[in-house]
């Protein structure tokens, strides 16, 4: 990319730190250092420092197994500030705070946007063997709990173009790569009102979702607890789908007395 032409007003390194950003922004997935010093044509050793310096910043995060990045927690902070739904989360993080102290896992709350679900707040375990929560994350809506709960509750159509727009990638052995089956583990979670996930997108963590509705019967939110599978076994998922969709109940109350 030539910054030659810019304006001499403007400051080089900061421009190109907000070209990072909007790479990572428009990505639908984590990138490489070495793909986006590509795809932005930065030399090595400016696109390592830019992006240490974001990540310091929590601009960007980085994923410690891959070691590729994403856009981190502050820059969606920021964007919950300017959005209108910024006191309804934060008037619901006493709820996820209660869960992660009853069952000391990490909790979340997740909004669809598109193909994907979006973690826009959460409470993370104190285990050092966790599931570690990542603000801002994007993840697919066929093979995560906090996914399916949102999936499940769409029409046939929608489901079809979602599906038709990201395919169904195995990432892992229990992933569901057939549709047939994607619609029956869909009906069974709105017979159940729950959806599981077990180790279908992340190697060794299981999850459990419910949605939380809005005053149309709409699914606005999803209401996760993630965690290793050492943990977060058949007898633990029995206890927390009770008490999840209390807590859902309440979020619930939560989102019709906030004022917008």
Not at 121 to 146: D, F, N, Q, V, W
Request: charged share 30%; aromatic share 8%.
């Amino acid at each position: 990319m030539n910054l030659k032409t810019e304006d001499s007003g403007t400051i080089k390194s900061l421009r190109k730190g907000i070209i990072l950003l909007k790479k990572l922004l428009n990505s639908d997935d984590e990138i490489s250092i070495g793909e986006l010093q590509k795809e932005v044509g930065f030399s090595q050793s400016t696109t390592h420092h830019l992006l240490k310096t974001l990540k310091i910043e929590g601009f960007v995060s980085q994923n410690t197994v891959t070691k590729k990045y994403t856009i981190g927690p502050e820059l969606f902070n920021i964007w919950l500030q300017q959005n209108k739904l910024y006191r309804y989360f934060y008037r619901s993080f006493p709820v996820l705070e209660d869960i992660e102290s009853r069952f000391e896992e990490t909790t979340t709350l997740s909004i669809r946007r598109e193909h994907e679900a979006i973690v826009v707040i959460g409470k993370e375990s104190h285990h050092t063997l966790k599931a570690s929560l990542r603000i801002g994350r994007r993840i697919p809506l066929y093979c995560t709990a906090a996914g399916k709960a949102f999936l499940a509750y769409l029409d046939r159509e929608t489901i079809n173009q979602i599906i038709y727009r990201t395919g169904l990638h195995k990432y892992l052995p229990n992933t569901i790569t057939l549709p047939d089956k994607l619609f029956e583990e869909l009906e069974a979670i709105k017979q159940r009102g729950v959806a599981i996930e077990l180790e279908e997108f992340e190697d060794m963590i299981n999850a459990v979702s419910v949605p939380i509705f809005n005053d149309y019967d709409e699914v606005v939110l999803t209401l996760t607890v993630i965690a290793p599978i050492t943990r977060l076994n058949d007898k633990k998922i029995a206890a927390v789908i009770p008490y999840l969709k209390e807590k859902a109940k309440e979020i619930e109350d939560v989102f019709t007395t906030t004022e917008f």
